[in-house]
């Protein structure tokens, strides 16, 4: 039998069933896995906490850096979420602890102008975005997966969470966000992913 995104998608609908799962909570062409697949661009990179930094700048009032004692030191927020990827797996009920990406705009004070973000990651990976995404309660950049810090292989110490598209959107290595005030592509976006990476509406490219 031919592997096609409905064979996908019907795949991901009878797990639904099996498991008393809403069908709506499983975007076309998704399959369920209880696993945490690793896919990553390049290899990880180190992390020296005592050095390490993070930043919000660009198209704001008032840029900013923290370190890693500073930002854990903020208000924590955890979150259970489901998250996609483009490569078509979903894993449901995850949960997340870290700071709240809008309450770090706000911070910020982010320009009338800034309408974009573009993230970016050690490592030298981008990713890109409407700004108003990043407003959203279940946006955190986070640092603890399912009760324990995050390990390198899922993007340690920090990444960005961004569960309402795929999952390459959520950046792992997070280090600065970057507000823009017109859209600039990141890496996989400039490699043919699609702009917005609506998993629901199944926007995986451009072409």
């Given at each position: 039998?031919?592997?096609?995104?409905?064979?996908?998608?019907?795949?991901?609908?009878?797990?639904?069933?099996?498991?008393?799962?809403?069908?709506?909570?499983?975007?076309?062409?998704?399959?369920?896995?209880?696993?945490?697949?690793?896919?990553?661009?390049?290899?990880?990179?180190?992390?020296?906490?005592?050095?390490?930094s993070f930043s919000v700048d660009g198209q704001?009032?008032?840029?900013?850096?923290?370190g890693w004692d500073e930002l854990t030191a903020?208000?924590?927020?955890?979150?259970?979420?489901?998250?996609?990827?483009?490569?078509?797996?979903?894993?449901?009920?995850?949960?997340?602890?870290?700071?709240?990406?809008?309450?770090?705009?706000?911070?910020?004070?982010?320009?009338?102008?800034?309408?974009?973000?573009?993230?970016?990651?050690?490592?030298?990976?981008?990713?890109?975005?409407?700004?108003?995404?990043?407003?959203?309660?279940?946006?955190?950049?986070?640092?603890?997966?399912?009760?324990?810090p995050l390990e390198p292989d899922h993007g340690?110490?920090?990444?960005?969470?961004?569960?309402?598209?795929?999952?390459?959107?959520?950046?792992?290595?997070?280090?600065?966000?970057?507000?823009?005030?017109?859209?600039?592509?990141?890496?996989?976006?400039?490699?043919?992913?699609?702009?917005?990476?609506?998993?629901?509406?199944?926007?995986?490219?451009?072409?």
């Open positions: 039998m031919k592997i096609t995104s409905k064979v996908i998608a019907e795949r991901g609908r009878r797990q639904g069933r099996e498991l008393g799962i809403d069908p709506s909570r499983i975007p076309p062409g998704q399959y369920l896995t209880t696993k945490f697949p690793v896919l990553t661009y390049g290899r990880n990179p180190p992390v020296e906490l005592a050095s390490w704001v009032e008032r840029p900013f850096a923290v903020m208000e924590q927020v955890t979150t259970t979420v489901d998250i996609h990827c483009v490569t078509r797996w979903s894993k449901l009920d995850t949960t997340w602890t870290g700071v709240r990406a809008r309450g770090l705009l706000e911070r910020a004070g982010v320009k009338p102008e800034g309408t974009f973000v573009l993230a970016h990651s050690d490592g030298g990976y981008t990713t890109n975005m409407p700004l108003e995404l990043l407003y959203d309660d279940d946006v955190l950049l986070a640092h603890t997966y399912e009760g324990q340690a110490p920090l990444r960005l969470l961004v569960p309402k598209r795929y999952f390459w959107k959520s950046a792992k290595f997070l280090r600065r966000l970057e507000i823009l005030d017109e859209e600039k592509q990141g890496f996989w976006e400039l490699n043919g992913y699609h702009n917005d990476g609506d998993p629901f509406a199944e926007q995986r490219h451009w072409f």
